[in-house]
């Protein structure tokens, strides 16, 4: 009862459509969830008509790149990562990380990974947000797919300058020789699911997985939240 009554006073927000969540809904509705633009990418695998997996033909060699939603601007999807990383909704990264995870499992794809790891940010950017925005959908995944994850293997040791306004070269002269794999023995022979929260062009992502890749990881796939 009590719950009930501070529900109608201070209602839980919807972080895609910032209206109210009806009783047992978490963290997104039900209508957003239906209207998500999801990628399906994983329907796909690794083929020529994985649109994502293209965009690392030729840079770098990745297993599998998967992406859980599209991103568009001023749409569902910027209010979700907008919420995640700059409004102190960590619990919603794990949340998004369980629902991709249980489809990525429902297909098979627990097989193909040994551990699963995200993008750091460097301690300084930590400090001041406080949290990893890529760790919760790291954390989420690992429980879906029943698979370890770890925070320590990679780390960050450059705070590079903001990426959003970058071009890709740019985006990747800022990236390159940022990232070390502090534990090399956690790596090495390991099947590696790279975990980030959006891809746009990659850099990034192709610098974190050419320092696993260097250091004796077998093989490296990726996945995000939202690819652009």
Not at 157 to 183: C, G, H, I, M, P
Not at 203 to 227: F, H, N, R
Request: proline share 3%; charged share 25%; hydrophobic share 40%.
């Amino acid at each position: 009862m009590l719950q009930d009554f501070l529900s109608l006073l201070f209602p839980e927000i919807c972080h895609a459509c910032d209206q109210p969540l009806a009783r047992g809904e978490r963290y997104i509705c039900t209508e957003c969830n239906v209207k998500l633009p999801y990628t399906d990418l994983h329907l796909h695998g690794a083929t020529e008509l994985n649109c994502l997996q293209q965009r690392f033909w030729g840079k770098v060699p990745v297993r599998f790149a998967f992406s859980y939603l599209h991103f568009r601007s001023k749409g569902r999807v910027q209010r979700v990562l907008h919420k995640l990383k700059y409004k102190g909704a960590q619990e919603l990264g794990e949340h998004l990380g369980k629902r991709y995870g249980a489809i990525l499992l429902d297909q098979g794809y627990a097989v193909h990974f040994d551990l699963i790891v995200p993008v750091p940010l460097h301690r300084l950017k930590l400090r001041r947000r406080g949290y990893n925005q890529s760790e919760g959908f790291a954390k989420g995944l690992a429980e879906a797919l029943q698979i370890p994850w770890s925070n320590r293997v990679l780390e960050r040791a450059v705070d590079t300058d903001s990426q959003t306004k970058k071009s890709r070269l740019d985006r990747w002269q800022n990236v390159e020789q940022v990232f070390a794999v502090k534990q090399m023995e956690a790596v090495k022979g390991k099947r590696i699911l790279l975990v980030d929260d959006v891809l746009t062009t990659g850099a990034t992502l192709e610098a974190c997985a050419q320092a696993l890749l260097q250091k004796g990881c077998s093989e490296v796939s990726v996945t995000t939240i939202a690819a652009a």
